[in-house]
């Protein structure tokens, strides 16, 4: 069955650091997104993503983070400048159509000391 | 405040038991949905019922959804330890354009066996 993979599981990295996180979506959706948790909290959504470009973001979503589909199969989300309070869980989710079931990934773990 | 609050916050119940859970939510939605999280895991969906349905069955779940008081229900009957989870409702607004999941805060439940 079809799934979103998301690299790394774990990272791990000093605080002002960037970090890329990646994801390779189900391949026919079209819509992406990044929703990040931080432990035992809500899922908040980050961003979406149509058609080569945000559709949505949140005010999470600040100018430390970026999206960026480079090859037609990836999906990152950068941080360009980490803090403290980035740690958390971030998962990356994919659908088809505009409303409708969201596809998740396991979730990048990101610890930020 | 949220726009998806699910209550109650925890449950734990004995296997062969029923449980329920309700979400609140604010604004118009096209659809709700449900999600369970394992600990540490991706989300997966479960159900999906649209604005015009009222009620929904899949297996051993039963969704409700009444948009006048802007709320739903999850059902699980006969509850096993594999239901062991949190349960998340999720709700995709009816406001036109490009469409984002919003997620509740969230119920913690637990099974007995």
């Known amino acids: 069955e079809p799934e979103v993979t998301q690299t790394p599981s774990h990272q791990v990295t000093q605080m002002g650091q960037e970090v890329i996180l990646r994801c390779v979506p189900i391949?026919?959706?079209?819509?992406f997104y990044w929703y990040r948790q931080i432990l035992g909290q809500k899922v908040e959504f980050l961003v979406s993503f149509y058609n080569n470009e945000i559709s949505e973001k949140s005010e999470i979503f600040d100018d430390q983070f970026s999206v960026e589909r480079p090859d037609g199969s990836n999906f990152t989300l950068k941080i360009r400048s980490t803090k403290l309070e980035d740690s958390a869980m971030y998962f990356c989710a994919s659908r088809t159509e505009n409303t409708g079931e969201l596809f998740f990934g396991e979730g990048s773990r990101l610890t930020v000391l | 405040s949220q726009q998806g609050e699910e209550d109650p916050q925890a449950l734990s119940i004995q296997e062969g038991e029923n449980a329920t859970m309700n979400c609140s939510y604010k604004t118009s939605i096209n659809n709700l949905q449900w999600y369970r999280q394992n600990s540490g895991r991706g989300l997966v969906h479960l159900i999906l019922?649209?604005?015009?349905?009222r009620e929904k069955h899949s297996g051993r779940l039963r969704v409700t959804l009444d948009t006048s008081k802007k709320s739903s229900s999850l059902l699980i009957t006969a509850s096993r330890a594999a239901d062991t989870a949190s349960y998340f409702c999720?709700?995709?607004?009816?406001?036109?354009?490009?469409?984002?999941?919003?997620f509740g805060t969230g119920t913690k439940l637990q099974v007995i066996p």
């Open positions: 019922i649209r604005s015009n349905e």
């Open positions: 999720a709700t995709d607004p009816n406001s036109g354009g490009y469409q984002k999941v919003t």
């Open positions: 391949s026919n959706h079209l819509y």
